[in-house]
């Protein structure tokens, strides 16, 4: 199936310069406009609001070696092993090594974590952890917290520039192969409105994650795979995107519920809480030796399982036992959330069900955050820069997005790439119609979900190529999202029929064994001439040509 290369737009009524632009407002981007001062001008672009990405929404904390008798080896075994064999032991590495340091910044920009009656960072732990290692704030807010600092440190920075409201369309080509800037579309109030381009020396993705593409996650909607798709279209490499991982604990809401959806934070796990079947049973303790603690991959698999067996449409999570004063103070946004819904967890079971909540692929970078298009960096959920292999280890996200945006800010900060002319763009454009969203959410559901099979897979093809023949004329941020939700699902259908194995969170019913001979390798998706190419890198290592 053609995809487009570009998307299609009215021409550009304005331009603008930079030297840097940041593309999100998350604590990727955020954090790498921070630390980017100095390099040059830097412009922020955010699609909705400084707040309205992913970051505010994460619940359970931000995990890094901080407690005692803790370790960044022993962060980095916990790490490989929930990565099931894919991830870049490079990149754990430096995440591990580096990710105390970048915490201790969070606090002196003004993050104010949990403390101890001592003083003390106040530690839990989640699944996949073998140590008290995630730092929390206002109890289950710690992502609302953390953007809150980074944006009052944005908004005390007079040298940043911020721009709201802009949806960035695509990469502008530079004469030399390169990028000499972004085109994008503002309905901000007292900005250029319309569409526009912003002219300038490198781009960096923080855009975040691709959570829309299904019909029930719990990312928020900004999270259309923008990022993402404009990066491929430019010809970036995308790594690893099979690899969605399905949050095991959302709050079910019926049959019916569609869009961002509740999390239960597996911090409530780990203060105790554990997940039982509708006759009560305890089945997490059958199916790993950290049981309910056990990583993402293996709880969300176990409760499908549990699921199937039963017929159920949900299971239960029993947090009776934490006890009201501990929900209150611990997890007062959960408890209020559940209440919202009609349900009290310090009396009554919680009902959950796995749900979409994290990219652990996206745009293969090297240990820098370079791209493989020159000038284009990514970090955070919109990168693959090989720490989450075939599963992201909980709480390993926020630090991820950290440590990352920090080494793009230090490979920019030592120089800027040239600036580069633009190009004749003559890749071609195609829009498809917005009304087919709620039928490709559907279908990836259905088909490319928990649960993945041959058949499966081929149909959800099939039905995407189908509604791609709807394609329109009358560009807007509907039709734009619905092109790039449409390149990045036919992408991931693509690539999840290439894997023959179940591996981390790629689960195949037709392969449900792990492959290590044929499968420890990476897969890649290119566009060539708008078709997907999808092909197994020799080893699992970082980007080809990537510095340590």
């Known amino acids: 199936m053609r995809l487009p290369q570009r998307l299609t737009a009215p021409a550009p009524g304005w331009t603008r310069h930079a030297d840097v632009v940041v593309v999100g407002s998350g604590v990727a981007g955020l954090s790498a406009a921070l630390q980017l001062r100095g390099a040059g001008s830097v412009m922020v672009v955010t699609k909705d609001g400084l707040s309205a990405g992913a970051t505010r929404w994460a619940q359970g904390g931000i995990a890094a070696a901080l407690g005692p008798g803790d370790t960044p080896q022993q962060h980095r075994r916990d790490t490989l092993v929930a990565g099931a064999g894919l991830c870049v032991e490079a990149a754990v590495r430096l995440l591990v090594t580096e990710g105390p340091d970048a915490v201790r910044g969070l606090i002196a920009l003004g993050t104010s974590f949990d403390r101890t009656a001592t003083g003390d960072l106040s530690l839990t732990r989640e699944g996949g952890h ?50 000499a800037g972004i085109t994008l579309h503002v309905t901000g109030e007292g900005q250029h409105p319309g569409v526009g381009v912003v002219l300038c020396r490198a781009v960096v993705l923080a855009s975040g994650g691709l959570g829309q593409v299904f019909s029930a996650t719990t990312n928020p909607p900004v999270s259309t795979g923008d990022g993402m798709a404009l990066a491929v279209r430019a010809g970036a490499v995308l790594r690893d995107l099979e690899f969605i991982q399905f949050h095991p604990t959302v709050l079910w809401l019926g049959p019916g519920a569609r869009g961002q959806q509740p999390l239960i934070s597996e911090a409530v796990r780990g203060e105790g809480a554990v997940l039982v079947d509708d006759a009560g049973v305890l089945f997490m303790r059958s199916q790993h030796e950290m049981a309910d603690l056990a990583p993402r991959d293996v709880v969300a698999k176990a409760i499908m399982r549990r699921m199937r067996e039963t017929g159920s449409r949900h299971l239960w999570l029993d947090g009776r036992r934490l006890g009201a004063v501990l929900w209150e103070r611990r997890f007062p946004n959960i408890l209020a959330t559940c209440r919202a819904h009609g349900i009290d967890p310090v009396t009554a079971l919680i009902p959950v069900t796995p749900a979409c909540h994290y990219a652990s692929g996206g745009v293969a970078t090297d240990l820098q955050g370079q791209s493989s298009v020159p000038g284009l960096f990514a970090c955070g959920e919109v990168a693959c820069s090989g720490v989450h292999g075939a599963n992201r280890l909980a709480s390993n996200s926020l630090l991820e997005g950290l440590v990352f945006s920090r080494r793009i800010a230090a490979r920019l900060q030592a120089g800027l790439p040239p600036r580069q002319e633009p190009a004749a763009d003559h890749r071609p454009a195609r829009l498809l119609r917005g009304s087919i969203r709620r039928n490709l959410q559907q279908a990836m559901t259905e088909h490319a979900g928990v649960l993945r099979s041959r058949d499966g897979l081929a149909a959800g093809a099939a039905e995407l190529d189908r509604l791609a023949r709807r394609t329109t004329h009358v560009p807007g941020v509907a039709a734009w999202e619905t092109t790039n939700l449409h390149t990045i699902s036919r992408a991931l259908l693509d690539v999840a029929l290439a894997r023959e194995e179940t591996r981390g969170a790629h689960w195949r019913e037709d392969f449900p064994e792990r492959d290590d001979d044929a499968w420890s390798r990476h897969l890649d998706v290119t566009l060539v001439a708008g078709d997907t190419q999808v092909y197994a890198s020799r080893s699992v290592a970082p980007l080809q040509g990537a510095v340590a």
């Open 130 to 179: 073998h140590r008290d290692r995630i730092a929390h704030a206002g109890g289950d807010a710690t992502g609302a917290e953390i953007q809150r600092a980074l944006i009052a440190a944005v908004h005390a920075a007079p040298d940043i520039d911020v721009v709201e409201q802009a949806l960035v369309l695509d990469l502008i080509p530079g004469v030399d192969g390169g990028v």
